[in-house]
């Protein structure tokens, strides 16, 4: 099975030097890799004229296709015509060295698999369910014979009865599905939401859907966007053994103002891409935890040391929910 590679990057040449040293190491290496880079120098291109890498073939994305959903559509227009698969992997990721031996067994053991998400090994944080321990259902959560402790706004939401109650990855009717990863445990579970800095799809879906161009920019939540629409074409996977480290590399991300207005503004989309007409329960039930979330953070300028991050995103989301009110995104088609 022949499958194409597309890295988008953006200012970030170091850390994907690193990842593309770990593709070099692959077991199963691609039969292309395209870097389509968007930076505004010429740091990245010099970095891969110094190291050479099989297959790959860079793309200095034209100034009106940057951005992340922009160049990942420019990628899949270059992909070679006789890949079966196009895998996307975040710049700031580095491969275990069976990666895509294991990303292309996933595909090959069922027809019905359209897309396949990975795992990050270094936020792992679930452990075995100890029999001995009595867990607060509030302050952690049990899935598999694994548990993971809570995070501060999951514990808020178990205690307000605002938790989802379908496994992680699969999306209830009001959006604010349960984000806490799966276990290591090397098995594969259906879901509705992959992950954008580990998922690959079926090269035949692309020739029907693309990547929204609304989620422009840094593009939040485009993955989850596209995730849920790649659903009418068979099923998401996210395979506990498909594992790579990612790093979170803070180049190249927006401000915390304009983060936060758009995970309330992408967040609405994509809650209205998987269900357009919502039921009044469900509208309700998706403003509180979007406005408890932004209340939290407004919390966070108590509570934590990075005060100016905390209220400048607590700000964005109260002005990306507000603006909702007059302006909402228009979903495309």
């Known amino acids: 099975m022949q499958f194409s590679l597309i890295i988008c990057t953006y200012m970030r040449p170091k850390p994907l030097l690193q990842l593309l040293q770990s593709v070099e190491k692959q077991t199963l290496y691609p039969s292309e890799i395209l870097v389509i880079d968007g930076s505004d120098d010429g740091e990245t291109a010099a970095m891969l004229e110094a190291n050479h890498f099989k297959n790959l073939e860079y793309i200095l994305a034209p100034e009106g296709s940057r951005g992340l959903t922009k160049q990942r559509n420019l990628g899949i227009e270059r992909v070679n015509t006789m890949s079966e698969v196009i895998a996307f992997l975040d710049d700031d990721t580095a491969l275990l060295p069976d990666y895509f031996q294991v990303l292309i067994k996933t595909f090959e053991s069922d027809n019905d698999i359209t897309g396949v998400g990975g795992v990050a090994i270094n936020q792992d944080n679930w452990l075995p369910v100890d029999a001995k321990i009595n867990y607060n259902k509030f302050r952690f959560y049990q899935f598999d014979g694994f548990v993971i402790k809570e995070g501060q706004r999951n514990v808020i939401r178990n205690y307000l ?23 290591l445990n090397g098995k594969t579970y259906e879901v509705d939401l992959l992950i954008g800095m580990s998922f690959a799809f079926r090269k035949f879906i692309f020739n029907s859907i693309k990547f929204a161009t609304y989620f422009e920019g840094y593009g939040l939540y485009e993955d989850a966007d596209f995730s849920i629409r790649a ?28 983060y936060g207005k758009m995970v309330v503004r992408n967040g609405w989309y994509v809650w209205r ?61």
Do not use: M
């Open 231 to 258: 659903l009418q074409f068979g099923k998401n996977v996210i395979n506990t053994n498909l594992q790579l480290y990612h790093y979170h590399d803070a180049s190249g991300r927006p401000n915390q103002y304009k």
């Open 273 to 333: 891409v998987k269900n357009p007409n919502p039921s009044l329960k469900a509208q309700l039930k998706w403003n509180t935890i979007t406005l408890l979330l932004g209340a939290i953070r407004y919390t966070n300028v108590i509570t934590t040391k990075q005060k100016k991050q905390a209220i400048t995103e607590a700000l964005g989301r109260t002005i990306g929910w507000l603006s909702l009110i007059v302006n909402k995104p228009k979903i495309e088609a």
């Open 161 to 183: 009865r605002l938790q989802s109650h379908l496994p992680p990855g699969v999306v209830p009717d009001y959006s604010h599905s349960k984000v806490c990863g799966f276990p």
